[in-house]
Structures are given as structure tokens and as C-alpha cells.
């Protein structure tokens, strides 16, 4: 017999497990917090980051996390990215009463960063960006898009990042984070109506 997903109401909060061979996480979200980091794990970059992120998206962040840090930061940044979007997706059930699409550009100093998301149900992933360095201290630049592609994969959001124009890319990094937690914001803030699609149903 086919069980039909049972269509839940946001609750804005999700608490994420994931252990592997690689990495082992927990995660906790508030999408209606008051911007609050609790952030224990062992690539600083991405723990400023993720600071960054709560703070303009309002949101109440915990992870507490390790991994084989010691081969890469790769698998830890994009186990937490994976998480966060899990928890994302968790915490809004069947959407009813968000307002869905969220869109901010963000100047930081020299650097204007873009971020454009919708919470469609349908992961899809841009980012537009030169950066100039392979390292930011000692943080692999590639795995920028590498966690915002797990992001949006479980997040099941099409995100759609761009650094218009930089010098720094520090400035441009944080810009992107900065960007992506005012437009998730945004898109989780709630509005009078049900689920807010043509078709009715958000998945
Ligand atoms: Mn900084």
C-alpha cells in the first residue's frame, strides 16, 4: 500500500544527525530566531561564515560537528552544507504561509554580492563569481560553491548566487553569506495565505 507523505505546517525549527565514515554532525536551526551562533567545528573560515549568515538571516544556528579535517575541509564543509539544507527543508514542512521567493544584494566594503533563492521544492544551483585566490587563510575558495550546491540540493531551493564586482575575496565571500541569510529570511518570513504555488503543493 502507498503511504502518502503527510503535509506538515512549518515549524521553523529542524534538529539534523548525520554521521558517516567521514564526518559526524549535529545541527540545529530556528528560522524565527534572533540570529544567535553556536558553531563548534574545526574549519574557522566557514565557522565566520556561518556566523555571518545567522546574524543577517535572524536565524538561531547550532552545529556542532567533526571530520576528517586532517585529509581536506572538503567533506566536513559540504556534510555541514548538506545538513543546513536538510534542516532548511525540515523546518518548513509544506511551506503553507511563507512568503517562498527571497532575493538581497549585499555590499560588503568594495564587494556587492547577489543572492536570489526559491524554495520551490526543485534544488538548482548558480553561482557567478571570480575569485582570485585558491585559499582564503587556509579555507579551499572552491568549497564556497561546493557547500552552497549541498545547500541547495537538500535545501530543495534554486539558489542563485553572483559576486557582481570585488577586489577582496574575503569581502566576497562574506558578501554571498551575508546576501544568502538576509534572501532566506525574506523567503521564510510569513504571509496570510496557504501554500503559496499555483499548483497547491510545494514539495
Ligand atoms: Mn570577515
Redesign the pocket.
Given at each position: 500500500m502507498a503511504t502518502e507523505a503527510i503535509a506538515v505546517a512549518p515549524t521553523f525549527s529542524a534538529n539534523v544527525a548525520r554521521e558517516t565514515g567521514e564526518t559526524t554532525i549535529r545541527l540545529s536551526l530556528q528560522l524565527h530566531g534572533t540570529g544567535e551562533a553556536k558553531l563548534n567545528f574545526p574549519v574557522p573560515f566557514l565557522r565566520?561564515m556561518l556566523h555571518?549568515f545567522a546574524v543577517h538571516g535572524q536565524f538561531d544556528l547550532a552545529i556542532d560537528a567533526d571530520g576528517d579535517v586532517d585529509v581536506e575541509d572538503h567533506h566536513l564543509v559540504e556534510d555541514i552544507g548538506l545538513c543546513l539544507g536538510k534542516a532548511i527543508a525540515g523546518a518548513l514542512g509544506n511551506k503553507a504561509g511563507i512568503r517562498r521567493y527571497g532575493e538581497r544584494h549585499t555590499p560588503m566594503d568594495e564587494t556587492l554580492a547577489r543572492a536570489v533563492l526559491d524554495l520551490s521544492g526543485r534544488p538548482a544551483f548558480v553561482l557567478q563569481a571570480q575569485f582570485t585566490n585558491e585559499r582564503i587563510g587556509t579555507f579551499p575558495t572552491e568549497l564556497v560553491a561546493e557547500f552552497f550546491k549541498s545547500v541547495a540540493n537538500e535545501g530543495r531551493m534554486a539558489l542563485h548566487l553572483a559576486v557582481l564586482y570585488g577586489e577582496n575575496n574575503?569581502?566576497m565571500v562574506?558578501g554571498l553569506f551575508k546576501a544568502f541569510g538576509a534572501a532566506l529570511r525574506e523567503a521564510v518570513s510569513t504571509v496570510d495565505g496557504g501554500v503559496p504555488s499555483s499548483k497547491g503543493v510545494l514539495e
Open positions: 565566520h555571518l574575503h569581502h562574506e
